[in-house]
């Protein structure tokens, strides 16, 4: 039980702040933060991704450059230009890599306004830190794993960012339907993206990139974006704009 508890906790704090703060914040700045719960959220995606952490500048110029060329070739990970998901997956942490250390400067349209913490990135993306995360992940299940079967959840635990981010953009460019011709092979691959909080409304969310609702039809249903919007009535966050 305290193994699929904590599977399952991992799971969806990862993907929390991966789509609330990397995706929602980091990318495309549908919300404002003041300075205390800026550094929260920032630490909080430290310890939810833990040994997968991605830096959030990258993160945010990876993301804007799928906007701008998305499903085409200088997509830097849309599905159709790959034979499976792994390849894509390598192809994504190549290009990941060259922005994550700086090597390369991305064209200007897709700079500027970067969510930044020098210390928690180092930290982060140091080696160090992503082999204390994993020891702890291995000594949890040491002292927990009850069973054989159990141990197959644990390699899910080093990868849990970029594996939610194959999902995506492998599941959400494939599989589903389509609200909107967008020009590309966006889809919404489920009409309720419980599993992946709301994520797999890549159709809707490609025609509305600075929507903080991906859902748009009355039975789509995007988990995140009632937290957000009690968030926003604490005045944690403060909406950009008027919500499409």
Known sequence: ??????????????????????????????????????????????VGQGASYLKPKAYAIMHRMHHAFSD???DPHSPHFFEDVFQMMWNTRGMYVIYEK???????????????????DKMGTSMTSRILFSVAYVAFYVVFATQWWMWLFLPFHFVMGPLHGAIVNWCGHKYGYSNFDNQDKSKNTTPFDFLML???????????????????????????????????????????KVQS
């Open 1 to 46: 039980m305290y193994i699929i508890t904590f599977f399952i906790g991992h799971w969806f704090l990862s993907l929390f702040v991966q789509t609330f703060f990397l995706h929602r914040y980091a990318s495309h700045k549908m919300f404002s933060l003041n300075s205390f719960w800026y550094k929260f959220f920032y630490v909080l995606t430290y």
């Open 72 to 74: 085409t070739e200088k």
């Open 102 to 120: 700086d090597l390369q400067q991305p064209e200007p349209q897709f700079r500027g306004e970067y969510a930044e913490w020098k210390l928690v």
């Open 198 to 240: 709301g994520e797999l409304f890549q159709n809707n969310h490609h025609k509305f990139p600075n929507s903080p609702n991906f859902g748009k039809k009355w039975f789509e249903i995007d988990p995140v974006y009632p937290i957000m919007k009690v968030l926003s009535w604490l005045r944690i966050i403060k909406f950009r």
